[in-house]
Nanobody, 120 residues
Framework: QVQLVESGGGLVQPEGSLRLSCAAS????????MAWYRQAPGKERELVAR???????DYADSVKGRFTISRDNGKNTVYLQMNSLKPEDTAVYYC??????????????WGQGTQVTVSS
């Protein structure tokens, strides 16, 4: 089983910055893709950014140039540096990993979510 634990959310003023972290633990053989999703009230969960094992990245158009995803493979940790935050970035942010655990098969795993609120 693979567990994901996020940290770093909170309340920030517009144009401020936050850094989210997500650490994977448990019986992990390998992690392929790590990603951040978010879900605002009344909206569907959406992909914010993802990073492959080799370091390739993808971003939602709404966060390009403001957010940066990175990972530390040695620590099984993914980060999301969020700059120039806007009120519309307010959401619960979820960590996601496509990982191979004890079962030997790749599966998608989710963290519990961390609240990010952008408000003056």
């Amino acid at each position: 089983q693979v567990q994901l634990v996020e940290s770093g959310g909170g309340l920030v003023q517009p144009e401020g910055s936050l850094r989210l972290s997500c650490a994977a633990s448990g019986s992990i053989f390998s992690i392929n893709v790590m990603a951040w999703y978010r879900q605002a009230p009344g909206k569907e969960r959406e992909l914010v950014a993802r990073i492959l094992g080799g370091g390739s990245t993808d971003y939602a158009d709404s966060v390009k140039g403001r957010f940066t995803i990175s990972r530390d493979n040695g620590k099984n940790t993914v980060y999301l540096q969020m700059n120039s935050l806007k009120p519309e970035d307010t959401a619960v942010y979820y960590c996601n990993a496509y990982a191979r655990g004890r079962s030997g098969y790749y599966s998608y795993y989710w963290g519990q979510g961390t609240q990010v609120t952008v408000s003056s």
